[in-house]
C-alpha cells in the first residue's frame, strides 16, 4: 500500500482525435479507486474532475501530468479551435506527458486515414516529427488500441513513487514493452512446431501462419499483464494486430504473407536464413500431440 500523498499529481486530459476508447479502457483498471487517492484530474472526459474543459481552456492553471490520447490534427491550429493552444500552454507546465494511445503516439487509425496531415504529439509513424518535438524530453507514449489500463496505471504510479521512467528509442516504457506479444503466449509450443490454427476462436494451433498474428514481432506485455486478468487477444483466438508499433494499422490483419508457406516476415531479431532452416525443419515433424484437439467434445462425453 501506498503512503497517502500531500500533493496530489494534478493530471489534465486532454484529447484530439479520438474514439474516447483509451478514456474507457481506464476505467476497467482494477485499482482505479486506490491510484485516485493519490492524484487527481483537473480534467478528465469520463470522471469526475475538479475543472471544466472551459476553465482548463482559459490556460490559467498548470498540471504536473499532461495526458493526450488521440491523433494530433494540424487544423486544431485554426483560429476557432482551442485543443492545440492548450495542447502547448500545458505541455511548458508539466512535468510529464503521456500519449495514451497508438494515435497520441504514433497517428495509428487517424494517420491512416489522413496519411499527409494527422500524427501523434511527438511520432509521425517512426519519424519524430510530431507538435511537441520541443518537449520530447518529457514524453512518454503509452501505444495500444486502445492502451491496456494497467500500463497507464503502472506509469502513473511510477511517476507517484518517484521511479525512474526507463524509455525505449520510441519513449515506451521498457518494464512494459520491451518483451514482445509472443512472450507467454500460451500457443507457443504449436508455434514451435509450426502447427497451424485453422480458424478462429479455436484453442489450438499458432495464428502466426496463416492468420496474421504480428506477436512475435509487437512490442507489449497483453500475454503477462492479461487484460482484465484474465485474457489476451491470441489466448482468446484472434491474432494480435501490433497495435503498439508505429506502422498500426496494417493491411490485410487477418492474412500471412507466404512464400512457399512460410511467413514473408521472420520474427523479431531472428535472422531470415536461420529462421527458414528452422521452419522446414519444424514442418517435417509430426507431434501427435499437438495435431489432436485439447478437448474433443465429440469422444470425451
Given amino acids: 500500500m501506498h503512503s497517502k500523498q500531500e500533493h496530489k499529481l494534478k493530471i489534465f486530459w486532454l484529447q484530439g482525435l479520438t474514439c474516447n476508447g483509451n478514456a474507457h479502457s481506464f476505467l476497467n483498471l482494477e485499482y482505479l479507486e486506490e491510484l485516485l487517492e493519490k492524484i487527481e484530474f483537473l480534467y478528465h472526459p469520463l470522471l469526475p474532475a475538479k475543472e471544466t474543459l472551459s476553465e482548463m481552456a482559459k490556460c490559467k492553471t498548470s498540471c504536473d501530468i499532461l495526458i493526450f490520447e488521440g491523433a494530433y490534427d494540424p ?3 485554426r483560429a476557432d479551435t482551442f485543443v492545440d493552444t492548450m495542447l502547448h500552454y500545458y505541455a511548458k507546465k508539466a512535468k510529464y506527458i503521456i500519449a495514451v494511445g497508438t494515435c497520441a503516439s504514433f497517428g495509428g487509425i487517424f494517420k491512416a486515414s489522413s496519411p499527409q496531415t494527422n500524427s501523434g504529439i511527438l511520432f509521425n509513424e517512426e519519424q519524430e516529427s510530431g507538435p511537441l518535438q520541443g518537449y520530447s524530453a518529457k514524453i512518454i507514449n503509452l501505444s495500444g488500441c486502445p492502451v491496456h489500463p494497467e500500463w497507464l496505471g503502472s506509469t502513473l504510479n511510477m511517476i507517484v513513487d518517484k521511479h525512474p521512467v526507463v524509455l525505449d528509442k520510441e519513449h515506451r516504457p521498457k518494464e512494459l514493452y520491451s518483451s514482445l506479444v509472443h512472450h507467454g503466449c500460451t500457443r507457443n509450443e504449436y508455434f514451435e512446431w509450426k502447427i497451424d490454427a485453422d ?4 484453442k489450438e ?9 504480428r506477436a512475435p514481432m509487437t512490442h507489449g506485455s497483453c500475454n503477462t499483464i492479461l487484460w482484465n486478468g484474465v485474457n489476451s487477444k491470441t489466448r482468446s483466438g484472434t491474432p494480435c494486430f501490433g497495435c503498439t508499433e508505429s506502422d498500426f494499422p496494417r493491411t490485410d490483419l487477418f492474412e500471412t504473407k507466404t512464400n512457399m508457406s512460410i511467413p514473408v516476415d521472420a520474427p523479431l531479431g531472428v535472422p531470415k536464413r536461420a ?7 519444424a514442418k517435417t515433424f509430426h507431434i501427435k500431440r499437438l495435431e489432436e484437439p485439447l478437448i474433443d467434445y465429440k469422444n470425451d462425453n
Wanted: hydrophobic letters at 30%.
Fill in 275 to 281: 529462421y527458414l532452416t528452422l521452419t522446414g525443419i
Fill in 75 to 77: 487544423s486544431l491550429k
Fill in 199 to 202: 480458424d478462429f476462436g479455436q
Fill in 205 to 213: 494451433g499458432c495464428l502466426f501462419y496463416k492468420q496474421g498474428c
